[in-house]
């Protein structure tokens, strides 16, 4: 039988283009892959390794020379491995039918989008998801985001982007999972299998893609796509966990980035995807480039030219060329005049046709080309009401001064002020190419939907309409028009909603921010509404920590909102009226000011960390150490004891850390009860604090629960300057609490 099916498949393979080739079990996978390998010109390899943007939506600079005809006409070749942003049944079938009709091997494309947070139905932003704290929430939303992609003809999404980040200056810390390495890992392993499922051939999965590969979150001063600069301590211990993780969960692509590292780009970086990734870590995905990153090595300064380029990029790595043209221009020739051993090529063609076989892509060229489905599945009910669920989770409370929150249904006059309150579009974030304008559901239409009474005056405008993807927002600084009206309802009403925050469009990709404060005239606004009403509620919506350092001081309540996706403004208005308790928990530390930045609560020590009675010790004149909001910090309706911390070292290769928490209030509530451990002396200094464990719990008023963590080597050990993985013997400082701060203290002695 099997005999049959190997000798059916050659002559299939041998006569005609695939169109019905039958798929065997995974581990023929590999003799297919050698069948076709041998049957592949050079030129036809490299076209695996080759990338093209669609005619339509461009997510970078359009090279030269990648025009519609050139496309067309290497499409036609089977010079074209995978296309990048098409989308729609209708036009992928067709670029598909081309390629597998047309060409000598009929080779099936892939096609790669950034499904970052949804599809058409938007999630939050992933790091309003990573305030959740909850993984099955995370990977429920990957899954929708799949269930939709896949609907329109796509099958593998650019996402998770899993840069830990220490630096909100940066714009992309919306896309990420925020400053912790451990978070980051869960947060990674869980969107990995959101999108693809236990079965990646089924035709509602996409092969998913963790990104940026590596440390492009340590750019310099936060400016986008500057030069990232870290010893190997922090990218080996803070940097690459969540990409292991990632790999562990089977990821089947990396992206790489933009940035050096350590003087090499990532895209040219043998250390990093083949001596690391594919050797270490036995990765056997394929690794893209990021947009033309492969041919941005020469404004590096580190490869000559484009031919020169792509010889570096093969030679570290980098098995596919998004958008350069680097590839398919010169890597023939590269390995004809002997600069690039034509092993390398086979090795990266190799797993670039692994994840499509895997994908089904060869049963079934067309599997992900169903009309039906397309109608069915876009903005379907059930995937509002799991972005809602997401939402609701994402939603941190920050401040709630004599329970001003939750408000009461009509029994106040209350006055809803600022822009971003009437926004359609802010809330869905930068990432939301796919969806269309105008679905985010506005804070306004939330309190509609919920029967709300209320008035509303929008203040100044802030931002202008115009802003999109590509183009910088403008932020007005000097019409204080609107300013009166607003402060005259906030006059008349009991409390006050101050929906304020930034433009969907500056944070994100290229929106690098020196400041981080509220932008424009809104502190402006606030401030002369707490001049005649005190009872404020701020609402944040924003893509990044913001150090609002007199709101904090001056406002009774903030709720952090982030940018909540299709569903903002009911989430945000169940949460406002107590129809939801809030339970995040901030992933990413908010600054006093950005002069702090960076600022994260896993720092090391230092040599002077203690206040002396001179300046000789690590401090600001000018400012505190201590952040506004810490990480992991997030407030409830109700409130939680912690009691009863225990150490068990007496088990023979675990420690048990255990604590009581009480629901000490007087409605339900969840907490996430955080562990972290402190390697007090080791052969490379440890942070002072490193989150080890988590657990989200619902409790009842006056309920209790034991919550129990299990430290292992896993999570005692860390890696040293040769990349090995140690546990040192040594005292360890222990913490279980409600926030990176906050909790019950010990210690154990590690033998
Ligand atoms: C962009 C981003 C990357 C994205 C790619 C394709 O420049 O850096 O994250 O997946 O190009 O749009």
Redesign the pocket.
């Known amino acids: 039988m099997k005999a049959n099916l190997y000798y059916l498949l050659i002559i299939s393979l041998y006569f005609a283009p695939f169109n019905n080739c039958v798929m065997a079990q995974e581990k023929s996978i590999e003799k297919n892959i050698d069948s076709l390998l041998q049957q592949m010109t050079l030129e036809e390899k490299v076209g695996q390794m080759n990338q093209y943007?669609g005619f339509w939506d461009v997510?970078?600079p359009a090279p030269q020379g990648g025009n519609a005809e050139i496309k067309y006409e290497h499409l036609k070749k089977g010079l074209v491995g995978s296309m990048?942003?098409v989308v729609g049944t209708e036009e992928v079938r067709k670029l598909q039918k081309l390629v597998v009709e047309e060409t000598r091997l009929g080779i099936p494309l892939i096609f790669?989008?950034?499904v970052i947070h949804g599809y058409k139905t938007l999630a939050p932003i992933p790091l309003a998801e990573a305030a959740s704290w909850d993984m099955e929430a995370i990977e429920n939303s990957a899954k929708i985001a799949a269930q939709e992609a896949s609907a329109v003809g796509l099958n593998w999404t650019?996402?998770p982007?899993v840069d830990i980040s220490r630096d909100p200056r940066w714009g992309?810390v919306m896309?990420g999972g925020g400053e912790d390495t451990y978070l980051g890992a869960e947060i990674a392993k869980a969107r990995v299998k959101g999108f693809q499922g236990d079965d990646l051939s089924k035709p509602n999965t996409l092969a998913a893609?963790a990104?940026?590969f590596a440390a492009?979150g340590f750019a310099e001063a936060g400016k986008e796509y500057n030069t990232a600069d870290i010893g190997t301590s922090t990218l080996y211990n803070a940097v690459l966990p969540p990409f292991k993780a990632a790999v562990d969960a089977d990821v089947k692509t990396l992206?790489n980035?933009?940035n050096i590292l350590n003087g090499i780009p990532v895209t040219g970086n043998k250390m990093l995807q083949r001596d690391i990734l594919k050797e270490k870590w036995g990765f056997d995905g394929f690794v893209i480039s990021?947009?033309s990153s492969v041919g941005e090595m020469v404004p590096h300064g580190f490869a000559e030219d484009l031919k020169h380029a792509a010889e570096l990029g093969v030679k570290a790595g980098s098995d596919m060329d998004?958008e350069s043209s680097a590839y398919v221009l010169h890597l023939v020739e590269n390995v004809k005049e002997g600069k690039v051993d034509e092993s390398l090529i086979d090795d990266a063609v190799r797993r670039i046709l692994r994840v499509k076989f895997e994908l089904g892509l060869f049963e079934d060229p067309y599997k992900y080309c169903n009309e039906e489905r397309e109608k069915e599945e876009l903005y379907h009910e059930d995937h509002q009401a799991a972005v809602l669920d997401m939402a609701l989770k994402s939603i941190v409370l920050l401040k709630n001064d004599d329970n001003l929150l939750p408000l009461k249904k009509d029994q106040q006059k209350i006055a809803v002020i600022g822009q971003l309150a009437n926004d359609n579009n802010s809330s869905l974030g930068s990432w939301r190419?796919g969806s269309d304008n105008n679905t985010g559901v506005s804070v306004l239409e939330g309190l509609k939907n919920q029967s709300i009474n209320f008035s509303y005056e929008q203040g100044p405008r802030i931002f202008n309409e115009e802003a999109n993807f590509l183009n910088e927002v403008k932020v007005n600084e000097t019409d204080t028009s609107g300013m009166q009206e607003a402060v005259a309802l906030a006059k008349e009403s009991d409390v006050v909603l101050m929906v304020l925050g930034e433009h969907g469009f500056q944070s994100g990709?290229g929106r690098s921010r020196t400041q981080l404060d509220l932008p424009g005239l809104q502190l402006d606004l606030l401030k002369a509404v707490h001049e005649v009403n005190k009872n404020i509620v701020m609402i944040l919506m924003n893509g990044r920590p913001l150090a609002i350092h007199w709101e904090a001081e001056n406002i009774p309540a903030i709720l952090e909102t982030w940018q909540l996706g299709s569903q903002a403004g009911n989430a945000i208005t169940e949460a406002l009226f107590g129809d939801y308790n809030p339970s995040g928990k901030l992933p990413m530390t908010f600054p006093r000011s950005v002069g702090q930045v960076p600022i994260y609560y896993n720092h090391f020590s230092t040599g002077r960390p203690d206040p002396e009675s001179t300046v000789f010790w690590t401090h600001y004149g000018d400012e505190k150490n201590e952040p506004l909001f810490p990480f992991g910090y997030g407030l409830s309706y109700t409130t939680f004891k912690y009691t009863d911390l225990e150490i068990d070292t007496n088990n023979q290769n675990s420690i048990e850390v255990s604590a009581t928490i009480q629901n000490t209030g007087k409605v339900t509530g969840k907490e996430v009860v955080q562990l972290y451990i402190h390697d007090k002396v080791a052969s490379v200094v440890r942070p002072v604090k490193e989150l080890k464990g988590f657990q989200k719990i619902s409790l009842a008023p006056g309920a209790s629960q034991k919550v129990t963590f299990i430290l292992t080597d896993k999570e005692l050990g860390f890696y040293n300057h040769d990349y090995e993985f140690v546990v040192e013997p040594g005292t360890f400082g222990v913490m279980v609490g409600t926030n990176s701060q906050e909790g019950l203290t010990g210690t154990f002695v590690l033998n």
Do not use: I, P, S
Request: contains cysteine; glycine residues 12%; hydrophobic residues 35%.
């Open positions: 943007n997510t970078g990048l942003n790669g989008y950034d650019f996402a982007m992309r896309e893609c990104k940026h492009y992206m980035g933009f990021d947009w998004m190419l990709e």
